[in-house]
């Protein structure tokens, strides 16, 4: 049971425009998501978070969005460049659940100079 | 430099044997986690542990097993009894419940 699900496997944009990726739950309990980067071969780095008392958390060009009622986030990245080229998963926890992330499948972003 | 450190970075075995995975961090977090990565999907977590002595079953549990002797340490062990063993391996650490830190894998293959 996919409790957090990237529904799409690749994303390809150009340089300079927004790049936007989704992800989707299914878990109400759920109440606090994170976006991480992975580069081919090397461990995911954390990106951004937010709270579900939020909606909106922004960190320079990267910014999550958190729709409750549709279980939805997105993390959107303004302008993009060719560095930014990686694989994007959400994941999420429930407050209570030391240690208990929840991962998407994964987003291929790639940026075109 | 604080961090996590996975060695060996690729490990090959040969079907029925157990091996073990290192994993140090200097980070002085409490929190430790492993977890596997198979293509197409997200990372699954195998055991945490929240303190030293003290570990958890993750989601995919069966066929590893784990220790946490001390505060630095996590090795994991993929015994014989693991059905696919073949997989990338990432530990992680995090000093509060939710954002952790990881370091950069070990792809294990088992021949």
């Known amino acids: 049971d996919q409790q957090v699900k990237q529904n799409s496997p690749s994303l390809s944009v150009q340089e300079g425009r927004i790049s936007i990726l989704n992800c989707d739950y299914t878990n109400s309990m759920f109440d606090y998501f994170l976006w991480y980067k992975k580069y081919p071969a090397e461990g995911p780095t954390f990106l951004i978070s937010?709270?579900?008392?939020?909606d909106k958390n922004e960190d320079g060009r990267f910014t999550v969005f958190l729709n409750k009622s549709a279980k939805h986030l997105s993390l959107h990245i303004v302008p993009s460049q060719p560095g930014d080229s990686a694989v994007y998963f959400c994941?999420?926890?429930?407050?209570?659940?030391?240690?208990?992330?929840?991962f998407g499948q994964g987003t291929i972003l790639t940026v075109h100079p | 430099d604080g961090g996590i450190t996975q060695s060996p970075k690729y490990l090959f075995r040969k079907e029925g044997q157990n091996v073990t995975l290192s994993c140090e961090q200097n980070?002085?977090?409490?929190?430790m986690y492993w977890y596997r990565q198979d293509p197409g999907q997200g990372l699954r977590l195998i055991y945490y542990?929240?303190?030293?002595?003290?570990?958890q079953k993750g989601d995919i549990a069966e066929g590893y097993s784990v220790s946490r002797e001390k505060k630095e340490s996590f090795p994991l062990t993929v015994t014989s009894a693991q059905k696919n063993p073949t997989a990338f391996y990432l530990c992680?650490?995090?000093?509060?419940?939710?954002?952790?830190?990881f370091g950069p894998g070990t792809r294990l293959t088992v021949l």
């Open positions: 980070l002085n977090h409490d929190a």
């Open positions: 992680a650490s995090s000093i509060s419940f939710n954002e952790q830190f």
């Open positions: 937010i709270s579900s008392i939020k």
């Open positions: 542990s929240q303190i030293v002595n003290d570990f």
């Open positions: 994941a999420a926890s429930i407050g209570t659940s030391y240690g208990k992330l929840t």
